[in-house]
């Protein structure tokens, strides 16, 4: 089974750097992160979104979203975005 990197964009650091989310990212590289390692693509927090964003899964995380892309050729899971849901889908 292949493992993958986890790469975070820069718009992604600079949100999971607010107070906002700084008390959520130790969960997420102890738990998210992990599990996405393994496999990004299946799980009961996992679900690929449809229409124009088909490209993109979310993983939820009690009452965020984190938005992230996988690619296959280069084994890479891109972190992308982290919302509260309540604004996640707006």
Same mark, same amino acid.
């Given at each position: 089974?292949?493992?993958?990197?986890?790469?975070?964009?820069?718009?992604?650091?600079?949100?999971?750097?607010?107070?906002?989310?700084?008390?959520?990212?130790?969960?997420?590289?102890?738990?998210?992160?992990?599990?996405?390692? $393994?496999?990004?693509? +299946?799980?009961?927090? =996992?679900?690929?979104? /449809?229409?124009? &964003? *088909?490209?993109?899964?979310?993983?939820?995380?009690?009452?965020?979203?984190?938005?992230?892309?996988?690619?296959?050729? $280069?084994?890479?899971? +891109?972190?992308?975005? =982290?919302?509260?849901? /309540?604004?996640? &889908? *707006?």
């Amino acid at each position: 089974m292949t493992n993958y990197k986890i790469a975070e964009t820069a718009a992604f650091e600079k949100k999971i750097k607010s107070k906002k989310y700084e008390f959520i990212y130790q969960k997420i590289k102890s738990y998210v992160y992990p599990i996405l390692r $393994k496999n990004p693509h +299946f799980g009961p927090n =996992i679900k690929k979104l /449809k229409g124009i &964003y *088909k490209e993109i899964y979310r993983f939820r995380l009690g009452a965020f979203r984190i938005f992230y892309k996988v690619s296959e050729e $280069k084994v890479i899971v +891109f972190i992308i975005d =982290i919302e509260a849901r /309540k604004y996640a &889908y *707006k």
